[in-house]
């Protein structure tokens, strides 16, 4: 029998669904954000897939970036075992197409027991991974009824998240005993899961799988074209930056000698605000063109915004600096890990509580520096770009540290086996 919680939650989701669906619908379209269509959100008309094998939920392009990795590893450890890859956003699928990456990538449906009645008899998987802490109460009920093994992996409790599940953690304990199996990143995060309600022996560490990603490459010719771009000033990349966030960037770039002035490659999180980006750096007197119109700018463009999905990991290697956006702005931060893998020095704002033990460790390392406002970030622009080499230590420090962290894809694939067997 279903537990209390569960069937506060689809009321509560039966209710609020068709009341902010329309609501949902408007915002997208005046932001151009592109979702899956109602029909495959419902469970409908989804794409065919295999059965009878793994099928990975990762929300968005951060959990399919991770997803990459261990797909990978699972591929090679079992060639005979269908991989079938789910997202819920249409830049998370789309950056998941990647004929490489899973026998099949469907979209993720709403969670209710319809919807996902029909994603489970579609796909009728072994084992279900969630790629980090990605809760689902009906998938989690479905999956417990049916017998198949739920397992968190590269699972984080952000202090924001922990604060709010402690609050529910009685209702919250029956909803978390389907779970399998927990794989965290940290000992923190192994312990808040345990405190949510996870039974100690099903949480273990392994590191996280992001130290292992590698981008996907970008085309040969995007990176000569960028080059060709930047004429050989020094770049800039600001990548996921948020709003509000863009105008701290542009002010930062503005401030500092206009003769050392860097080539700036700015990489808004949602690449559908990209016209948008494009208006406040022109509103500023820059020069600017947008990645996908790369041929229409004109020499010594000084600003291109970044307006397609899945390449800003690769052309982080053009940077001789790299901001991290989300950060300046209280959204909590996003992954410093991209650039540091093609060893170039991080800055940040303060605001990074979502990968806050991965900045702890680069912060310790000498590989990332934080600044709290536009001024701040273009003195510490300014200093990294006179001072070449404390940029590099900076930058080599960073891709140390991720030599030495590596190898939790591994560790999650070997926790894997058992289900695999």
């Not at 794409?47 to 261990?70: F, I, K, N, Y």
């Not at 962290?405 to 695999?420: I, Q, Y």
Request: proline content about 8%; hydrophobic content about 50%; aromatic content about 4%.
């Amino acid at each position: 029998m279903a537990p209390p919680a569960l069937w506060l939650y689809r009321a509560l989701m039966a209710v609020s669904l068709p009341a902010m669906a329309p609501f949902l619908l408007v915002a997208d379209r005046r932001r151009g954000k592109r979702r899956p269509p109602w029909s495959q959100r419902l469970g409908w008309q989804l794409p065919a897939a295999p059965t009878g094998g793994v099928l990975v939920q990762a929300v968005s392009v951060g959990e399919v970036a991770v997803a990459r990795p261990l797909l990978a590893e699972l591929r090679r450890r079992h060639p005979g075992v269908p991989l079938v890859l789910s997202a819920t956003t249409a830049t998370g699928l789309a950056m998941a197409e990647d004929a490489d990456l899973a026998d099949a990538r469907v979209p993720f449906p709403v969670d209710l027991p319809g919807p996902v009645r029909r994603l489970l008899d579609a796909v009728a998987p072994r084992l279900v991974v969630l790629v980090e802490t990605e809760l689902w109460p009906e998938l989690l009920a479905s999956c417990g009824a049916r017998g198949i093994p739920v397992v968190l992996v590269n699972a984080r409790v952000s202090d924001r998240s922990f604060a709010g599940y402690r609050t529910v953690r009685r209702l919250l304990r029956p909803l978390l005993a389907p779970v399998s199996l927990a794989l965290a990143q940290d000992e923190e995060s192994a312990a808040r899961l345990t405190a949510m309600g996870v039974a100690a022996g099903r949480v273990a560490v392994t590191g996280n799988v992001k130290f292992d990603a590698t981008p996907a490459g970008a085309a040969p010719e995007v990176l000569d074209d960028l080059r060709r771009v930047a004429g050989g000033r020094p770049v800039l990349v600001a990548g996921s930056t948020m709003p509000g966030e863009e105008e701290q960037v542009l002010d930062a770039v503005l401030a500092g000698p206009a003769a050392a002035r860097p080539f700036l490659l700015l990489a808004p999180r949602h690449p559908e605000r990209a016209e948008e980006v494009v208006g406040l750096a022109a509103g500023r007197g820059l020069s600017v063109a947008r990645r996908t119109r790369l041929a229409e700018a004109a020499p010594g463009c000084e600003v291109v915004v970044l307006d397609t999905v899945g390449e800003l990991a690769a052309l982080y290697r053009l940077a001789d600096v790299a901001f991290i956006g989300g950060s300046l702005v209280a959204t909590g931060g996003h992954n410093p890990i991209e650039p540091a893998r093609f060893a170039v020095p991080v800055l940040s704002g303060p605001h990074v509580r979502n990968f806050a033990a991965v900045y702890r460790s680069f912060a310790a390392a000498g590989a990332a520096r934080f600044v709290r406002s536009a001024a701040e970030l273009a003195a510490a622009l300014e200093d990294w770009l006179a001072d070449r080499a404390a940029a590099r230590r900076a930058g080599d420090a960073g891709h140390a540290l991720l030599a030495n962290s590596a190898g939790a894809t591994a560790r999650t694939a070997d926790a894997l086996e058992p289900f695999l067997a």
